[in-house]
């Protein structure tokens, strides 16, 4: 199975800041790497797929970058409805594992 | 609007059986992939299962081969997951998930616990 490690497991931050979330795959995965916001009791929300190609709707703070193994997730500037957990996911070869998450916290 | 809506979760004990359903509506339901994932409490999420439009390609998680069936009836819209020898290791909120480029529409999920 492919693994995806994420860091930081968690992150506090304010209101305004810039925040970059990292994800590794453990093998080559090109471009095949979503990101998925999940808020408390809620099931997750897709922000970004193909590594870097904004969903529908999510607003254009966010953005993402890399391909192979080495990806990130930006958010320009946090907003309060921006404190969540975060997954990474691949989408390369099944079963499409996903990292463990990062917290962001305020 | 696109809905997904699970249904049969539960309390089972180990070694029992369930099935879950979903309902899907506000799409067409037989152009798409379809995938079970699940969460258990405080945890991460695990891709169970995964099904193509017509049911020819399935894959599954290794931690559920050999007990958990999907399957899908397209005429009615609906996705299933067929789950036998439940162990506690298989609670979880079980979403039922649209596969697109990535999930797109996740329903909003059923618990399922596995206890005595």
């Known amino acids: 199975d492919i693994q995806m490690t994420q860091s930081p497991s968690s992150l506090s931050a304010s209101v305004g800041d810039r925040v970059t979330i990292s994800c590794q795959a453990s093998?080559?995965?090109?471009?095949?790497l979503n990101w998925y916001q999940q808020k408390p009791g809620k099931a997750p929300n897709l922000l970004i797929y193909d590594a870097s190609n904004l969903e529908t709707g999510v607003p254009s703070r966010f953005s993402g970058s890399g391909s192979g193994t080495d990806f990130t997730v930006t958010i320009s500037s946090l907003q309060p409805e921006d404190f969540a957990t975060y997954y990474c996911q691949q989408f390369d070869k099944f079963p499409y594992t996903f990292g463990q998450g990062t917290k962001l916290e305020i | 609007q696109v809905q997904l809506v699970e249904s049969g979760g539960g309390l089972v004990k180990p070694g029992g059986s369930l099935r879950l359903s979903c309902a899907a509506s506000g799409f067409s339901f037989s152009d798409y992939y379809m995938s079970w994932i699940r969460q258990a409490p405080g945890k991460g999420l695990e891709w169970v299962s995964y099904?193509?439009?017509?049911?020819?390609?399935?894959y599954y998680a290794n931690s559920v081969k050999g007990r958990f069936t999907i399957s899908r009836d397209n005429a009615k819209n609906s996705l299933y997951l067929q789950m036998n020898s439940l162990r506690a290791e298989d609670t979880a909120v079980y979403y039922c998930?649209?596969?697109?480029?990535?999930?797109?529409?996740w329903g909003q999920g059923t618990l399922v616990t596995v206890s005595s």
């Open positions: 099904i193509s439009t017509s049911g020819s390609t399935i």
């Open positions: 093998h080559d995965i090109s471009n095949l």
């Open positions: 998930a649209r596969v697109s480029r990535g999930v797109d529409y």
